[in-house]
């Protein structure tokens, strides 16, 4: 902002002197050199004249020769015979009609203002052959341009660099003061916790990365506590979830057991009848709690998974195998087919598998059995590979999700149906266990609704980047 007004300064004189026929600042300095030189070779003339034959001064032709070649390099002689002024240059006149010549010739100063311009005076004094005093006053110009070109044009400088700072001024302050201004007002916004606003980026260069680096950390804030203020909101829904669950069991217990007590339960069938349902609630809350605990300790990341390279039709085959005995037992039919002829190899846990399959399983049983007796239960699993992932498909028969709860039947505590009912909707962790297991193994996890009705889950996971001997799986199944 220093410099750049001197340098625009200099590049406008020069244009200055180019449109005045100057195309060079080295031409105006030839002109005044010439001047003056031109001026000296007329002086020697004089001087001549003045000692060797000064009545060529009373000549009208050779004085006024003389005088016209003296004005064409701005000078002129003022010439006095016995103290009074007998010849004044035209030029002159013309210059400074108003002038006082005698009193300017009785007082001659060293400087002297003739109309725009300054002029050098010198004093030569002489005697006419007659033995009259002679005396000339020698006026030169002293400088090329006008007198008022100085002020004028060191007002003309300061404005024009005044002007250019002012531009200057307002250029940065777009492309610098504005943008930091911005952040300076977003930093207070965020000061005063408001992460909403978003920084738009409007400079360049360090500014410009600035502006983003800063809207880049306002963005991770803002996720940081929004996660903060939804780990807060699942908190209280955990809270609340677990104070439901665990109070409908126990109230039933304590109910059934006061029944025992006050002798309600009077017969044996009934003490019987009473409790198996105390036991049956108690296994329920035991289930829950045992669920709360996985949950919570998947959910802090404190669980560690056994990874193991298998072959996972082998491995589902071998589990469906155990599971099919208790399926038919509840009136489901369990059937399995592989759509890839070789071994598809994972890397995965095989514990915590199974718990995900089970759990899957367990919830198509479950809102399988609410159609009733009627229609044949069934559950169909499906291994295929595709790429770098090995799918599983689960379909029931069971009437499928309604639309509007796929997105969140994933979710911790969850139920398709609100009425939180133990016998039905189960404890609303078992698909949050499936989804918080899957992720650790690098997979995805997703349910949709069946061409032909029924609900289909399907999971993705990553095959095994490196060959590996592959573990035995009687291993897997002995566990």
Known sequence: MTIVPFILMIAFMMFVFYAGGMQDIRQYIEIEKSEKMSQMLIYGELSYVIENDADKLNQENYLSDLQARLGEQWAGLLIAKDGKVMSVPAFLLELSPEQDW???FDNPPDKASLG????????????YPDGSEGEILLLRRYDVVPLFWRPVGAAIGLAFVALTGLLLTYFVSRSIIRPIHQLKTAALQIKDGDLSQRLVKTGKGEIGQLSTAFEAMRIRLKQSIDQSLQYEENRKQ?????????????????????????????????????????????????????????????????????FKVLDIKRYLEHFLEEQRFDLEKSGV???????????????????????????????????????????????????????????????????????????????RFYRAEQSRNSETGGSGLGLAIVKQIIEGHGGVVWAENAINGGARFILKLPLATTPKAVTEHEEHTDH
């Open 238 to 306: 955990l809270l609340s979830h677990i104070s439901h669950d665990l109070k409908t069991p126990i109230s039933a217990i304590k109910g059934y057991v006061e029944g025992i007590m006050d002798g309600i339960a009077n017969t044996d069938e009934k003490r019987e009848r009473y409790m198996q349902t105390i036991y049956r609630k108690a296994s329920d809350m035991d289930q829950l709690i045992d669920e709360l605990f996985l949950f919570s300790k998947l959910d802090l990341q404190t669980v560690a998974f056994d």
């Open 102 to 104: 005698q009193a300017l």
């Open 116 to 127: 725009l311009f300054r002029f050098e005076t010198d004093v030569f004094g002489f005697q």
């Open 333 to 411: 039919k369990l059937t399995y087919s592989a759509l890839a002829k070789q071994s598809i190899m994972i890397a995965a846990d095989p514990d915590k598998l199974s718990r995900v399959l089970t759990n899957i399983l367990n919830n198509c049983v479950k809102y399988m059995g609410q159609e009733g007796e009627d229609g044949e239960k069934r559950i169909e699993v499906t291994i295929q590979q595709e790429e770098r992932y090995a799918v599983i498909e689960l379909e029931d028969s069971g009437p499928g999700i309604d639309e509007e709860d796929l997105p969140y039947i994933f979710d």
